[in-house]
């Protein structure tokens, strides 16, 4: 039976209490202290309070994997044991950040960890790992589909001992929040190369880098995401060291397949939580109201979606911890065909039942009074950030086909 381990369970356990003491009862504030701030994208006092009594419980960096075990009290997390912590966490929009969990730090952490040579870490890792920073993974560009990672259009070429970077990102999560201090940015190195799998490269550039302009937030679905955010980015003639250099020239596509399928797989464990507490207080709120003289939860149409929505949350939990279980034992890249599989059906699972789960609230489920719409928005921008659904389709679709297409 695929179940997390003693350790996760104990672990869980902490977490949830913690959820209760001190996260679920500091959502109005949060919100408040966001729509009266000056600076929607400045550092939060509320959220750095957190963050100390976090690190003080031992909540911290519990993504860590156990390879990298040295830079975790809890000696590193399987995929299969942070599964159920990260949906916990995924049950409050901001909370990850409290915990040193939350996107794109949690990537660009382990791509450092992967990849960073060891003045890197001391530059970067090290504050990333003390939640003294944040950092952005700038990547998705506005001119060109950047579902098809080989079609990235940056330019980074090198001039004497430094690399120079022009072009254009979008959608770049984090890059407004004013504790951003670093970009792992990927750009084409070497557009004439025939493998084209070889013509990227990633480098780290400091937000603070003169020719950065980070130009405007943007949002989704009318929400900023504030504020960790996203935002639209130009890089104009922009100078770093050729120490700088990710892993090696022309190796940016292997670093974002390593980068994103971890990412692929967090963003479907907190959507978990997200519709966990979505349906939970769905049935708190069918049994608080009436309609035509009986309580809601007693009209057939609302038991058939809450079953339905009870029934796909468990398949969707137990695909993310099957998939999270098969990269623990085989690694990422055999694990590939679940992971894309995770991709394509959680975050669109999750937005359905999320929006019946807002239906049964009646006008108010579309409101900031709870947390559904904002979760809701959560998972129909998962449907495009890591990989839109086509392309994780079209990817499995191929494999399947190639794997039965001919057996007996």
Same mark, same amino acid.
């Given at each position: 039976?695929?179940?997390?381990?003693?350790?996760?369970?104990?672990?869980?356990?902490?977490?949830?209490?913690?959820?209760?003491?001190?996260?679920?009862?500091?959502?109005?504030?949060?919100?408040?202290?966001?729509?009266?701030?000056?600076?929607?994208?400045?550092?939060?006092?509320?959220?750095?309070?957190?963050?100390?009594?976090?690190?003080?419980?031992?909540?911290?960096?519990?993504?860590?994997?156990?390879?990298?075990?040295?830079?975790?009290?809890?000696?590193?997390?399987?995929?299969?044991?942070?599964?159920?912590?990260?949906?916990?966490?995924?049950?409050?929009?901001?909370?990850?950040?409290?915990?040193?969990?939350?996107?794109?730090?949690?990537?660009?952490?382990?791509?450092?960890?992967?990849?960073?040579?060891?003045?890197?870490?001391?530059?970067?890792?090290?504050?990333?790992?003390?939640?003294?920073?944040?950092?952005?993974?700038?990547?998705?560009?506005?001119?060109?589909?950047?579902?098809?990672?080989?079609?990235?259009?940056?330019?980074?070429?090198?001039?004497?001992?430094?690399?120079?970077?022009?072009?254009?990102?979008?959608?770049?999560?984090?890059?407004?929040?004013?504790?951003?201090?670093?970009?792992?940015?990927?750009?084409?190195?070497?557009?004439?190369?025939?493998?084209?799998?070889?013509?990227?490269?990633?480098?780290?550039?400091?937000?603070?880098?003169?020719?950065?302009?980070?130009?405007?937030?943007?949002?989704?679905?009318?929400?900023?995401?504030?504020?960790?955010?996203?935002?639209?980015?130009?890089?104009?003639?922009?100078?770093?060291?050729?120490?700088?250099?990710?892993?090696?020239?022309?190796?940016?596509?292997?670093?974002?397949?390593?980068?994103?399928?971890?990412?692929?797989?967090?963003?479907?464990?907190? @959507? =978990?939580? *997200?519709?966990?507490? /979505?349906?939970? +207080?769905?049935? &708190?709120?069918?049994? %608080? $109201?009436?309609?035509?003289?009986?309580?809601?939860?007693?009209?057939?149409?609302?038991?058939?979606?809450?079953?339905?929505?009870?029934?796909?949350?468990?398949?969707?939990?137990?695909?993310?911890?099957?998939?999270?279980?098969?990269?623990?034992?085989?690694?990422?890249?055999?694990?590939?065909? @679940? =992971?894309? *599989?995770?991709?394509? /059906?959680?975050? +669109?699972?999750? &937005?359905?039942?999320? %929006? $019946?789960?807002?239906?049964?609230?009646?006008?108010?489920?579309?409101?900031?009074?709870?947390?559904?719409?904002?979760?809701?928005?959560?998972?129909?921008?998962?449907?495009?950030?890591?990989?839109?659904?086509?392309?994780?389709?079209?990817?499995?679709?191929?494999?399947?086909?190639?794997?039965?297409?001919?057996?007996?």
């Amino acid at each position: 039976m695929i179940v997390p381990s003693e350790k996760s369970a104990n672990i869980l356990g902490e977490l949830k209490a913690f959820m209760a003491e001190h996260i679920y009862s500091a959502e109005t504030a949060h919100r408040e202290a966001l729509q009266s701030a000056e600076n929607r994208f400045a550092s939060m006092p509320l959220v750095e309070d957190l963050k100390d009594k976090a690190r003080s419980a031992g909540l911290w960096n519990l993504f860590v994997p156990p390879e990298f075990a040295e830079h975790s009290e809890h000696g590193g997390m399987s995929f299969l044991d942070y599964a159920p912590l990260a949906e916990e966490m995924g049950r409050v929009i901001w909370s990850p950040e409290v915990f040193n969990c939350n996107a794109p730090d949690t990537g660009n952490m382990e791509v450092l960890m992967k990849f960073g040579t060891e003045a890197q870490k001391k530059a970067w890792l090290e504050p990333l790992l003390g939640g003294e920073i944040r950092s952005s993974y700038a990547m998705t560009e506005p001119q060109v589909a950047s579902s098809d990672a080989t079609n990235i259009q940056l330019d980074i070429r090198r001039d004497g001992d430094e690399w120079v970077l022009n072009g254009h990102k979008w959608f770049i999560t984090g890059a407004p929040y004013e504790r951003c201090k670093i970009f792992i940015v990927m750009g084409k190195s070497d557009a004439e190369n025939p493998n084209r799998h070889l013509q990227q490269t990633q480098i780290l550039v400091p937000k603070d880098t003169p020719g950065v302009a980070v130009r405007r937030p943007l949002t989704t679905l009318g929400y900023d995401d504030a504020p960790i955010g996203h935002a639209e980015v130009i890089f104009t003639d922009v100078r770093v060291p050729l120490d700088n250099l990710l892993l090696g020239e022309g190796r940016g596509f292997e670093i974002a397949q390593s980068r994103l399928a971890p990412g692929r797989m967090h963003h479907c464990m907190r @959507l =978990i939580g *997200a519709a966990q507490r /979505s349906l939970e +207080l769905a049935c &708190q709120r069918v049994e %608080d $109201r009436e309609t035509f003289g009986k309580k809601l939860s007693q009209h057939q149409s609302i038991r058939e979606n809450i079953a339905k929505s009870y029934a796909e949350l468990e398949m969707a939990r137990l695909l993310v911890h099957k998939t999270c279980w098969h990269i623990d034992r085989q690694g990422v890249k055999p694990s590939i065909e @679940l =992971i894309s *599989a995770t991709k394509i /059906s959680v975050p +669109l699972m999750v &937005q359905n039942l999320i %929006d $019946r789960c807002m239906q049964m609230h009646g006008a108010g489920g579309l409101t900031e009074d709870w947390c559904m719409a904002e979760q809701f928005n959560y998972a129909r921008w998962c449907r495009q950030a890591d990989g839109p659904d086509e392309v994780h389709q079209m990817a499995l679709g191929k494999r399947v086909i190639q794997r039965y297409a001919h057996e007996s």
